[in-house]
């Protein structure tokens, strides 16, 4: 009896110490020192732009990424190739349900689930992406320097449901098509 009792003492007592050593912690991105960049392509050419992230944070065990969650304002969606009217009407339609979708989701969400070292300053990141409400699991490369990371992620916007001008949802849709794929560039501070 006496053994057992010590040794749920023990165990306690490692419990405790590993949690009061456990080095974990929460750092929260600097918005206005952060950005993040679009680009789509079609058949005959591409646009960019930025869109802003709304809140954002990286979890770390000691100097180890282990999480982290985004969220990203799709009501700042902005064009930087276009102006004036042709930049409104992009503006406009990436907004709407063709695409987007922002009155009824104004927002896209990353969550990190897992970082696997590979080498000095980089990892391989797995997370689950969701747009428009559909959540997937996404990996891409994730390049960490002291206060500051990049990283980008090549989506498919078809599997969240963003069909809209796809060569793989229309058949003859010859120079009209907008490719499946675009491009995020982050660069964040925190």
């Known amino acids: ?50 869109v802003a992230l709304k809140s954002g944070n990286f979890i770390f065990d000691g100097d180890k ?28 339609h990436l907004k709407s349900p063709d695409f987007f979708g922002v009155e009824s989701h104004p927002e896209a969400t990353l969550e990190i689930t897992k970082a696997t070292p590979n080498g000095k300053n980089a990892y391989n990141v797995e997370a689950n992406l969701t747009i428009k409400g559909q959540a997937k699991p996404i990996s891409f490369p994730l ?23 796809s060569a793989s949802f229309i058949d003859n849709i010859g120079d009209k098509a907008i490719y499946d794929e675009f491009d995020l560039v982050v660069d964040v501070e925190f």
Do not use: P
């Open 65 to 92: 990424l282990t999480g982290g969650t985004f969220v990203v304002d799709l009501t700042t969606l902005e064009s930087q190739d276009l102006s004036g009217e042709y930049k409104a009407k992009l503006e406009g």
């Open 143 to 165: 390049s960490v320097y002291g206060s500051k990371a990049t990283a980008t992620l090549k989506i498919d916007r078809t599997e969240y449901g963003l069909r809209y001008g």
């Open 1 to 50: 009896m006496k053994k057992n009792l010590f040794k749920g003492a023990l165990i306690a007592l490692v419990t405790v110490a590993a949690v009061a050593f456990n080095d974990v912690e929460k750092k929260e991105v600097i918005l206005e020192k952060s950005k993040v960049t679009w680009k789509g392509y079609k058949v005959t050419g591409s646009h960019y732009g930025t």
